[in-house]
């Protein structure tokens, strides 16, 4: 039996694993376990189990993971969402639609603390949502914009899956969360233009007035004032990070700390409300070692097998543009991101595609270049399948928040968002200098 046959059976049972919800990571360590015993024998996957518990739990870089999480638990608990919603909110929210705006803007910098969509989404919705409705939005345009909004909770650093990306593609975390930048900011000022647009073909959807007057002198400061430390954080954390003062673990140790102290403060974060912030952070930890263990497993099975070599050679002989190539590969992760979710389909499906891009000659980048300008561009798409139909994880977050509103109707209105996620795409897909344009300023 060829190996490329091996391969097949036990991806097929990985897939069968998964249909009777056996975790990701255990299905995925079964069959990389039986596919590389299969291809070199019992002996050498004994002797490769011996060290790859150690190899993989000892990695200093992955613990920047629970440190980010961590962060993001105590952000929820000291209410910093609200902060932050209010200083966008006093900013811009008195034009119409500015509030639908505001909350694109706090989501944007609540997910550069908590660096989780599903965060970002949940706790966003709670604060946004009441206010929204008092203004009378839309269904539809509140709870669109909001799970649109939830999406630059992973693309806007530190995202744990940029993370995690990071780690497989062997590339530097510092480069990846600069190249996020760029991609990051034009996602919140497409949204913004989205909401726009839209408040014009369909003005009934929004106040037919702007919703509140100017804010005061006073109102701007106090709100100003009460979000300043919030977003100092992310400046000292991420220029330290960018700058080299220090490495992306300890800008996260420095960025967890200068929170819960902030927390602390302010009267948000007692010893008791504290420590339940360590076990949600903590059980999010386990769940993705345990899915970097089966997919090192994976990995390895599919490296022995050679077939992620092979199917670079063959993409590689094909009379296509590679950019054909590469936006296959990129509605592949749209279409499975109706079925999986991010960290999954990123697992699965990169030990295979990743080959494939590094040997394509694209725009005349090095290797170090087209794995961080796809990783951007994976990045992107899958927060594309956070809110795309009909499994959009961050839809049914704002779903479950907005219990009145029908899911159907959530969908309609992340629509305007889906046209604009096209358009950054294509931006992304075809002018890799937005992705790697902030790389000259790391150290």
Not at 237 to 242: E, L, Q
Not at 253 to 262: C, M, Y
Not at 268 to 290: C, D, H, V
Not at 343 to 352: D, E, G, I, R, T
Request: contains cysteine; charged residues 10%.
């Amino acid at each position: 039996m060829s190996k490329v046959e091996i391969i097949s059976i036990v991806t097929t049972g990985m897939m069968f694993l998964i249909a009777l919800r056996v975790p990701l990571g255990v299905a995925m360590f079964i069959a990389g376990a039986a596919g590389y015993g299969w291809i070199v024998g019992s002996l050498p996957l004994l002797n490769y189990l011996k060290a790859l518990f150690w190899a993989r739990f000892s990695v200093y870089d992955l613990s920047v993971i629970p440190l980010f999480l961590l962060m993001g638990q105590f952000a929820s608990i000291a209410g910093f969402s609200r902060s932050l919603f209010r200083a966008a909110n006093a900013w811009i929210g008195w034009v119409k639609g500015g509030v639908a705006q505001a909350a694109i803007v706090a989501c944007a910098c609540f997910g550069a603390i908590s660096g989780s969509s599903v965060a970002t989404a949940a706790t966003m919705s709670q604060v946004v949502l009441p206010e929204m409705k008092r203004l009378k939005y839309s269904d539809r345009l509140a709870t669109g914009t909001l799970a649109a909004g939830g999406t630059l909770g992973i693309l806007v650093p530190p995202s744990f899956i940029l993370i995690i990306y990071s780690f497989l593609a062997e590339q530097s975390i510092i480069k990846l969360f600069a190249a996020a930048v760029v991609p990051g900011l034009l996602a919140a000022v497409l949204y913004m233009i989205s909401i726009s647009i839209y408040i014009r073909l369909y003005p009934g959807h929004a106040p037919e007035t702007s919703e509140r007057s100017t804010a005061s002198r006073k109102e701007l400061i106090e709100a100003t004032l009460e979000a300043w430390p919030i977003a100092a954080i992310f400046l000292v954390m991420f220029t330290g990070i960018y700058r080299g003062w220090f490495t992306a673990t300890e800008g996260a140790a420095v960025g967890t700390s200068s929170t819960l102290l902030l927390g602390i403060i302010r009267g948000k974060i007692n010893f008791k409300n504290a420590l339940k912030g360590f076990l949600p952070a903590a059980q999010a930890s386990a769940m993705i070692y345990t899915m970097l263990l089966g997919a090192a497993m994976m990995n390895t099975a599919l490296a022995v097998s050679q077939v992620p070599a092979d199917l670079s050679a063959w993409a590689n002989s094909l009379n296509y543009h590679p950019l054909v190539i590469v936006g296959g590969f990129l509605v592949l992760f749209v279409i499975l991101s109706c079925i999986l979710d991010e960290l999954a389909m990123m697992l699965l499906l990169l030990p295979v595609v990743l080959p494939t891009i590094l040997g394509l000659d694209l725009f005349g980048m090095t290797v170090e270049h087209k794995a961080i300008w796809f990783g951007i561009l994976m990045l992107v798409v899958v927060s594309v399948g956070l809110i795309a139909p009909p499994v959009g994880l961050a839809v049914y977050v704002v779903a479950n928040i907005a219990k009145n509103v029908p899911i159907g109707e959530i969908y309609r209105g992340i629509v305007p968002f889906l046209i604009s996620d096209i358009v950054r795409v294509l931006l992304l897909l075809f002018f890799p200098a937005l992705t790697l344009f902030a790389l000259r300023f790391v150290s």
